[in-house]
């Protein structure tokens, strides 16, 4: 079994900075790629950022682009998310994510951490 667990999330006032961390524990396994969802209040979880290991490829929302910053260790299945400039309407839970094949969805979630944005 593979467990992501996620820390970093907080309270913190726009135009600030976070830095979520994402570990993965459990059962040895090879990521193909890791990213980051989030959840907002009454809304549907969304794509935040990703990265492929396969040449680092980065990848980011609309909304994120050239705030959040996504890296991580691709030996140690580990993955960051640098958030600046935060707004209020970033508030939401912040998900952990991995998949270990090249095709489908992501198939590890962790359970969470929340980050709330005062005005």
């Known amino acids: 079994q593979v467990q992501l667990v996620e820390s970093g999330g907080g309270l913190v006032q726009a135009g600030g900075s976070l830095r979520l961390s994402c570990a993965a524990s459990?059962?040895?396994?090879?990521?193909?790629?890791m990213g980051w969802y989030r959840q907002a209040p009454g809304k549907e979880r969304e794509f935040v950022a990703a990265?492929?290991?396969?040449?680092?490829?980065?990848y980011y929302a609309d909304s994120v682009k050239g705030r959040f910053t996504i890296s991580g260790d691709n030996a140690k299945n580990t993955v960051y998310l640098q958030m600046n400039s935060l707004k209020p309407e970033d508030t939401a839970v912040y998900y952990c994510?991995?998949?270990?094949?090249?095709?489908?969805?992501?198939?590890?979630w962790g359970t969470g951490t929340k980050v709330t944005v005062s005005s």
């Open positions: 459990g059962r040895t396994f090879s990521s193909y790629k």
């Open positions: 990265i492929r290991w396969s040449g680092s490829t980065t």
């Open positions: 994510a991995a998949r270990d094949t090249p095709v489908g969805g992501y198939n590890y």
